[in-house]
């Protein structure tokens, strides 16, 4: 649990963030399902890294992410570039010019929104998946049939015993049937 201060409110924000700290003082966060979020209070810089593969699709996810902050203010538009380690996007995190308001807090603050904001699209993803695993492994009546509804043939389907499934042989067995039909 964490805790912040933003400015206006004049009052402590809870929010819930999968977050640890490095000995280095920087801020990782865990929450996002394909992104880890680090902040870095020293050098005023947010990056994030992919958890598991480098794709279109991460990069997405991270493109999103800055340009929330950005509409937010939270990150300068000229400083998102892409990391020294593959896959990393980074931005810096803009100076702030009321003394009043600390610029961790806030950021931290449209971090958490902006996880809550993608966790509706992620969740549909789970719940897609574990619905679709639901069908293949437990299907409805209608969906299956029991051992020996189907009744036997000694040909039966497109698989017929005998003939060699090569494309072009296939393609001369079915003129030769043609014609003996």
Same mark, same amino acid.
């Given at each position: 649990?964490?805790?912040?201060?933003?400015?206006?409110?004049?009052?402590? %924000?809870? %929010?819930?963030? &999968?977050?640890?700290?490095?000995? +280095?003082?920087?801020?990782?966060?865990? +929450?996002?399902?394909?992104?880890?979020?680090?902040?870095?209070?020293?050098?005023? &810089?947010?990056?994030?890294?992919?958890?598991?593969?480098?794709?279109?699709?991460?990069?997405?996810?991270?493109?999103?992410?800055?340009?929330?902050?950005?509409? &937010?203010? %939270?990150?300068?538009? +000229?400083?998102?570039?892409?990391?020294?380690?593959?896959?990393?996007?980074?931005?810096?995190?803009?100076?702030?010019?009321?003394?009043?308001?600390?610029?961790?807090?806030?950021?931290?603050?449209?971090?958490?929104?902006?996880?809550?904001?993608?966790?509706?699209?992620?969740?549909?993803?789970? +719940?897609?998946?574990?619905?679709?695993?639901?069908?293949?492994?437990? $299907?409805?009546?209608?969906?299956?049939?029991?051992?020996?509804?189907? $009744?036997?043939?000694?040909?039966?389907?497109?698989?017929? $015993?005998?003939?060699?499934?090569? $494309?072009?042989?296939?393609?001369?067995?079915?003129?030769?049937? &043609?014609?003996?039909?």
């Amino acid at each position: 649990m964490i805790s912040v201060q933003v400015h206006k409110q004049k009052e402590l %924000i809870q %929010i819930e963030l &999968k977050a640890r700290k490095s000995l +280095d003082g920087n801020i990782m966060i865990f +929450d996002h399902q394909e992104i880890d979020i680090v902040i870095m209070p020293d050098k005023n &810089k947010i990056m994030t890294f992919a958890k598991n593969d480098y794709s279109e699709a991460i990069y997405g996810v991270q493109n999103r992410l800055f340009d929330f902050l950005k509409r &937010k203010g %939270i990150v300068t538009y +000229d400083s998102i570039r892409g990391g020294n380690v593959y896959g990393s996007l980074e931005g810096l995190i803009a100076e702030s010019k009321d003394e009043d308001i600390n610029a961790l807090d806030y950021t931290l603050y449209n971090v958490y929104k902006f996880l809550k904001e993608e966790k509706p699209y992620y969740d549909y993803i789970e +719940d897609y998946e574990e619905m679709l695993d639901n069908y293949y492994t437990e $299907p409805t009546d209608q969906d299956s049939t029991e051992l020996g509804e189907v $009744p036997q043939a000694s040909e039966k389907g497109s698989i017929r $015993p005998g003939y060699n499934y090569a $494309p072009y042989w296939m393609s001369y067995m079915l003129e030769e049937e &043609k014609k003996k039909k």
